[in-house]
C-alpha cells in the first residue's frame, strides 16, 4: 500500500531545504527579479522601501545563502580571495598561531565585505600559483614566502588581482607588503641598552625579513638566536650566558618565562595574544591590526585599476 502525505510548504520546512531567490519572492509576494534587484543592490531599479525591508527580513529569517556561481556569472567575478600560506608537518606551534592568528582575523574581514576566503597551502621549496589562475582569486595575500620562490610565484602575476605580500621583504616595487615596524619596537625593547642582552626570534622563510630584523638590533650576530623548532629553542635556554633577552612571538616567550633563565624579558607580540604571558614580563604590542591593514590595502588595491603606480609599497603595522 502506498501512502502519501499532502503537505504544504510552510515556512518552516523552507527552513529545511536549500532556500533560492524563488522562495523568497513566493513568501515575499513579488517577483524573483525584484528580489534579485534587492540582493545585488541593482542602482537604476527602483524598490518601494517597505519592498525592500521585507525583502531583507526574510532573507535573515530563511538563511537565505546566496548562489556564489550564479553571482559570479552575472557579475563577471568570482567573490573569491585567496590566503596561501607555507605549511609543513613539523611547523613550530608559534609559526602556526603566528599564521593562523592572522588569517582568522582577515577571514572575519573579509566575510563581513562579502568575500569567501580560499585558504591554500603552498610547498615552501616548489610553490605553484595555478590556483590564481584556476579559481579566478580577485585578490591573494601571500604569507611570508621565501625570497628565490617569489619570483617563480610572481610569474602566475594577473594584471588586475592584487597579490599582497604578509611579513615578506621584496624588492618588487609592483607587489605590496604588510609588515610590523620590527625597527620602532626593537629600539623600544633595548631601552636598558644592550649589555648582556640576546635576540630570540622565530624563522621566518623570508630570508630577506629576518636579515632586516637582525640589521635593526645593534647586537653581535652571536647573540642573535633564530628558532627553527621547541629542540633548538631549549638548546638555547640550557647554554644560556645572558640576564635580558628580547623575544619575538609571545608564543615564544611563553616558553621561555616557564624556563626562568633570564632576570628580564621583552616579548614582541606578533600573534595578537599577549594574555598568554605574565606581568613580570614586558609585552611589547601594536597598536594597529594587521589584518585591517592587510584588508584595507587590498580594497584600495580593488579601488585603484591601475594600483601598480600608487606610492604606498610597504605598510609598516606599527
Same mark, same amino acid.
Given at each position: 500500500?502506498?501512502?502519501?502525505?499532502?503537505?504544504?510548504?510552510? *515556512?518552516?520546512?523552507l527552513?529545511?531545504?536549500?532556500?533560492?531567490?524563488?522562495?523568497?519572492?513566493?513568501?515575499?509576494?513579488? @517577483?524573483?527579479?525584484? /528580489?534579485?534587484?534587492v540582493?545585488?543592490?541593482?542602482?537604476?531599479?527602483?524598490?518601494?522601501e &517597505?519592498?525592500?525591508?521585507?525583502?531583507?527580513?526574510l532573507?535573515?529569517?530563511?538563511?537565505?545563502?546566496?548562489?556564489?556561481?550564479?553571482?559570479?556569472? @552575472?557579475?563577471?567575478?568570482?567573490?573569491?580571495?585567496? /590566503?596561501l600560506?607555507?605549511?609543513?608537518?613539523?611547523?613550530?606551534?608559534?609559526?602556526?598561531?603566528?599564521?593562523?592568528?592572522?588569517?582568522?582575523?582577515?577571514? *572575519?574581514?573579509?566575510?563581513?565585505?562579502?568575500?569567501?576566503?580560499?585558504?591554500?597551502?603552498?610547498?615552501?621549496?616548489?610553490? @605553484?600559483?595555478?590556483?590564481?589562475?584556476?579559481?579566478?582569486?580577485?585578490?591573494?595575500?601571500?604569507?611570508? /614566502?621565501?625570497?628565490?620562490?617569489?619570483?617563480?610565484?610572481?610569474?602566475?602575476?594577473?594584471?588586475?588581482?592584487?597579490?599582497?605580500?604578509?611579513?615578506?621583504?621584496?624588492?618588487?616595487?609592483?607587489?605590496?607588503?604588510?609588515?610590523?615596524?620590527?625597527?620602532?619596537?626593537?629600539?623600544?625593547?633595548?631601552?636598558?641598552?644592550?649589555?648582556?642582552?640576546c635576540?630570540?626570534?622565530?624563522?621566518?622563510?623570508?630570508?630577506?625579513?629576518?636579515? +632586516?630584523?637582525?640589521?635593526?638590533?645593534?647586537?653581535?650576530?652571536?647573540a642573535?638566536?633564530?628558532?627553527?623548532?621547541?629542540?633548538?629553542?631549549?638548546?638555547?635556554?640550557? *647554554?644560556?650566558?645572558?640576564?635580558?633577552?628580547? /623575544?619575538?612571538?609571545?608564543?615564544?616567550?611563553?616558553?621561555?618565562?616557564?624556563?626562568g633563565?633570564?632576570?628580564?624579558?621583552?616579548?614582541?607580540?606578533?600573534?595578537?595574544?599577549?594574555?598568554i604571558?605574565?606581568?613580570?614580563?614586558? &609585552?611589547?604590542?601594536?597598536?594597529?591590526? &594587521? +589584518?585591517? +591593514?592587510?584588508?584595507?590595502?587590498?580594497?584600495?588595491l580593488?579601488?585603484?585599476?591601475?594600483?601598480?603606480?600608487?606610492?604606498?609599497?610597504?605598510?609598516?603595522?606599527?
Open positions: 500500500m502506498l501512502i502519501f502525505s499532502n503537505i504544504k510548504y510552510t *515556512r518552516e520546512t527552513t529545511l531545504k536549500k532556500i533560492t531567490m524563488k522562495d523568497i519572492a513566493r513568501e515575499a509576494n513579488v @517577483s524573483v527579479a525584484t /528580489v534579485s534587484y540582493l545585488n543592490n541593482v542602482e537604476n531599479q527602483t524598490i518601494p &517597505k519592498t525592500r525591508c521585507q525583502i531583507m527580513q532573507v535573515k529569517e530563511l538563511n537565505y545563502i546566496p548562489n556564489l556561481a550564479a553571482r559570479s556569472l @552575472s557579475k563577471k567575478k568570482t567573490g573569491l580571495v585567496g /590566503v600560506i607555507n605549511t609543513s608537518a613539523n611547523m613550530p606551534f608559534w609559526k602556526r598561531h603566528n599564521y593562523f592568528s592572522f588569517i582568522e582575523a582577515l577571514e *572575519r574581514y573579509l566575510t563581513k565585505a562579502g568575500y569567501h576566503t580560499l585558504l591554500y597551502t603552498l610547498d615552501a621549496d616548489h610553490p @605553484s600559483l595555478d590556483i590564481i589562475v584556476e579559481r579566478k582569486l580577485e585578490a591573494v595575500f601571500l604569507i611570508d /614566502v621565501k625570497d628565490d620562490a617569489f619570483y617563480s610565484i610572481s610569474t602566475h602575476f594577473i594584471e588586475g588581482v592584487p597579490l599582497i605580500l604578509i611579513d615578506s621583504l621584496i624588492e618588487d616595487k609592483l607587489f605590496k607588503q604588510v609588515l610590523f615596524d620590527y625597527h620602532s619596537v626593537l629600539q623600544a625593547a633595548l631601552l636598558e641598552g644592550p649589555a648582556q642582552t635576540l630570540i626570534m622565530e624563522s621566518y622563510n623570508n630570508s630577506a625579513l629576518t636579515l +632586516a630584523i637582525m640589521a635593526d638590533i645593534p647586537l653581535p650576530q652571536e642573535i638566536f633564530i628558532i627553527h623548532d621547541l629542540d633548538e629553542l631549549n638548546a638555547v635556554l640550557n *647554554r644560556n650566558t645572558y640576564k635580558k633577552a628580547i /623575544v619575538i612571538n609571545e608564543f615564544i616567550g611563553n616558553h621561555i618565562e616557564k624556563a633563565v633570564f632576570e628580564h624579558i621583552s616579548v614582541i607580540c606578533t600573534c595578537s595574544c599577549p594574555e604571558l605574565t606581568e613580570i614580563t614586558h &609585552k611589547i604590542v601594536f597598536k594597529e591590526d &594587521k +589584518a585591517a +591593514a592587510a584588508f584595507a590595502l587590498m580594497e584600495d580593488l579601488q585603484n585599476v591601475d594600483y601598480s603606480v600608487q606610492a604606498i609599497n610597504r605598510y609598516y603595522i606599527k
